[in-house]
């Protein structure tokens, strides 16, 4: 009868091994739903403000910032319907600061030049929300095919060095830059916003090469200043650094 025994706390013991699995499983941290509304109100407020790019035309500006300030004013009033938090404290700053930005986006080059100040605080918000452990936006990794068009976008960039700032001396290396983004294949999931911003830098590149020279860019080149920001707005957006520098002003 000893065998009996010993079966027994052999079987005893696998029944409270199995046991201790299922109540570590059952033990498993739930999602914390307050977390997840911040989650929620962040990535509806990336997809939204980056859904396309800046207007090309200047017309365009005035109710294109005012849409956005709509969307950081929905945004923080959807933050702040959450509980007190270190995290929400920390998104509600970050949208805090964008819509400083915002309201101080006004008319003429100022309206312009801001565009690009804007997209950095925009990534302010993607740092804030990292911080609180908070996921703004899908998540997902870019393809190997976007990887490699981002990728081949820096060099073209790189290779065409900063810009002078001024439009006479500008011209031809914006040319060579477009030129060069021409040459990029696109691959065959690429999204408007990769189509757009390659539109837009080509008809920059047309736009500076057929300007009368000029040491300055005045606040009457609309058309000039609204493709630079709009073309460096969408590398911004594709994380391609090196065009961040395009000429806005003198």
């Given at each position: 009868m000893r065998w009996v025994a010993v079966l027994g706390a052999v079987l005893a013991l696998a029944g409270c091994g199995g046991g201790g699995e299922a109540e570590a499983e059952r033990e498993e941290p739930q999602a914390d739903p307050a977390t997840e509304q911040l989650a929620a109100a962040c990535t509806a407020y990336r997809e939204a403000a980056f859904a396309e790019l800046p207007p090309a035309s200047p017309g365009d500006y005035p109710a294109y910032v005012r849409e956005r300030r709509q969307l950081v004013d929905e945004l923080i009033a959807a933050l702040k319907e959450e509980p007190e938090s270190e995290g929400r404290a920390r998104l509600i700053a970050a949208a805090s600061e964008i819509l400083s930005v915002v309201d101080e986006m006004g008319v003429g080059t100022g309206?312009?030049?801001?565009?690009?100040?804007?997209?950095?605080?925009?990534?302010?918000?993607?740092?804030?929300?990292?911080?609180?452990?908070?996921?703004?936006?899908?998540?997902?990794?870019?393809?190997?095919?976007?990887?490699?068009?981002?990728?081949?976008?820096?060099?073209?960039?790189?290779?065409?060095?900063?810009?002078?700032?001024?439009?006479?001396?500008?011209?031809?290396?914006?040319?060579?830059?477009?030129?060069?983004?021409?040459?990029?294949?696109?691959?065959?999931?690429?999204?408007?916003?990769?189509?757009?911003?390659?539109?837009?830098?080509?008809?920059?590149?047309?736009?500076?090469?057929?300007?009368?020279?000029?040491?300055?860019?005045?606040?009457?080149?609309?058309?000039?200043?609204?493709?630079?920001?709009?073309?460096?707005?969408?590398?911004?957006?594709?994380?391609?650094?090196?065009?961040?520098?395009?000429p806005l002003a003198d």
């Open positions: 309206l312009y030049t801001r565009t690009s100040i804007l997209d950095e605080y925009e990534h302010g918000l993607d740092d804030a929300a990292e911080q609180a452990g908070v996921e703004c936006g899908s998540g997902e990794e870019p393809s190997a095919e976007i990887a490699e068009f981002r990728s081949a976008a820096d060099e073209v960039c790189a290779a065409a060095g900063p810009t002078a700032g001024l439009p006479r001396r500008d011209a031809a290396l914006i040319r060579e830059r477009a030129e060069g983004h021409a040459d990029i294949p696109l691959p065959a999931d690429a999204g408007d916003l990769e189509r757009d911003t390659l539109a837009a830098e080509r008809e920059l590149a047309q736009v500076a090469a057929s300007r009368p020279a000029s040491p300055v860019i005045r606040e009457g080149d609309l058309r000039y200043l609204v493709l630079a920001a709009r073309t460096t707005s969408g590398w911004s957006r594709q994380q391609v650094d090196e065009c961040a520098d395009l």
